[in-house]
């Protein structure tokens, strides 16, 4: 099994800022298949990221994906309101399909 | 539009069965994967289930094999989770979850889009 880390488990931020989000396989993720996912409270997680480095349909360009092997991250331009959410990387190249403990982006 | 709904959730007490149903439209069976995962309170996201686009091949998480099953009925556009033996530990949200279209015969997907969920408990 694939284990992912994510760091930091918290990030406290203000609207505008820019972040970086780690991802880290305990072993190599196969053709660079892994995803990010965004959720925020009472909703069902939304994909921003595919292929490590795709923007999903509908994505802003503020997202930003990139990294393989065992070291991925999720970039956030400039963080807008609606930004602040959990976020988790997914590696769905070898079973079991496995996601990372999430990060939490907060208002600052 | 692609949408995935859902429902069959409740309370059910230990050892007890329970099945769970999605039901899509805007899309066939024979287009996409599909996927169960599931999140417990206040917890991160734990992958489920995978039904190849075919409907034969099945892959589980060890934590449900040999106690749930994943199927479909292409006539009802409905995806199952039959949930067998359940635990306290399956308490949690569970999702379907369609793979994209352009990965066309693939089961290893990324997952889009998600169901709204539908919560299962396991006490007594």
């Known amino acids: 099994e694939i284990v992912l880390t994510q760091s930091p488990g918290t990030l406290s931020l203000s609207p505008g800022e820019r972040t970086t989000l780690s991802c880290r396989a305990s072993?190599?993720?196969?053709?660079?298949?892994l995803a990010w996912y965004q959720q925020k409270p009472g909703q069902s997680p939304r994909l921003l990221i595919y292929?490590?480095?795709n923007r999903a349909t509908g994505i802003p360009d503020r997202f930003s994906g990139s990294g393989s092997g065992t070291d991925f991250t999720l970039t956030i331009s400039r963080l807008e309101p609606e930004d602040f959410a959990v976020y988790y990387c997914?590696?769905?190249?070898?079973?079991?399909?496995?996601f990372g403990q999430g990060t939490k982006v907060e208002i600052k | 539009e692609v949408q995935l709904l859902e429902s069959g959730g409740g309370l059910v007490q230990p050892g007890g069965s329970l099945r769970l149903s999605c039901a899509i439209s805007?899309?066939?069976?024979?287009?996409?994967?599909m996927n169960w995962v599931r999140q417990a309170p206040g917890k991160g996201l734990e992958w489920v289930s995978t039904?190849?686009?075919?409907?034969?091949?099945?892959d589980y998480a060890d934590s449900v094999k040999g106690r749930f099953t994943i199927s479909r009925d292409s006539s009802k556009n409905t995806l199952y989770l039959q949930m067998n033996n359940l635990r306290a530990d399956d308490t949690a949200i569970y999702y379907c979850?369609?793979?994209?279209?352009?990965?066309?015969?693939?089961?290893?997907?990324?997952?889009?889009?998600w169901g709204q969920g539908t919560l299962v408990t396991v006490s007594s």
């Open positions: 979850a369609k793979s994209p279209a352009a990965y066309s015969s693939s089961w290893h997907t990324p997952f889009d889009p």
């Open positions: 997914q590696q769905y190249g070898s079973s079991p399909r496995t």
């Open positions: 039904l190849s686009v075919s409907g034969g091949p099945r």
């Open positions: 292929d490590a480095s």
């Open positions: 805007g899309f066939t069976f024979n287009t996409s994967a």
């Open positions: 072993r190599s993720v196969s053709s660079s298949q």
